[in-house]
């Protein structure tokens, strides 16, 4: 049974960075896509990016892709958001997934597992 815990949320000032985290426990971790994706309450669950199953390739939704990084320890079964230059507008629960597909188009109803999520806060 694959299980997904996300950590490293809290309240950050803006213009401030944060490192989420999320640990993969359960087979086989290099068999699952990773992604990150965020979700604010009323709103559809966002797509901030992706990374391979290598860990050597990753995608990012366009508007994110400059301030946000993803990073990948197969060792660890660790998949790692970075998030730079934090905006007000950033705040949103945060949750990781994986999927054992190969998709051209991330949607959140094409991953077969999620963390439970962590918030993420950014004040003014």
């Known amino acids: 049974q694959v299980r997904l815990v996300e950590s490293g949320g809290g309240l950050v000032q803006a213009g401030g960075s944060l490192r989420l985290s999320c640990a993969f426990s359960g087979p086989v971790f290099n068999d699952y896509v990773m992604a990150w994706f965020r979700q604010v309450p009323g709103k559809e669950r966002e797509y901030i990016g992706d990374?391979?199953?290598?860990?050597?390739?990753?995608s990012y939704a366009g508007s994110l892709q400059d301030r946000f990084l993803i990073f990948r320890d197969n060792a660890k079964n660790m998949v790692d958001l970075e998030m730079r230059r934090l905006k007000p507008e950033d705040t949103a629960v945060y949750y990781c997934?994986?999927?054992?597909?190969?998709?051209?188009?991330?949607?959140?109803?094409?991953?077969?597992?999620w963390g439970q999520g962590t918030q993420v806060t950014v004040s003014s």
């Open positions: 990374v391979d199953r290598s860990g050597s390739l990753t």
């Open positions: 997934a994986a999927t054992l597909r190969d998709l051209t188009v991330p949607r959140a109803k094409d991953y077969d597992y």
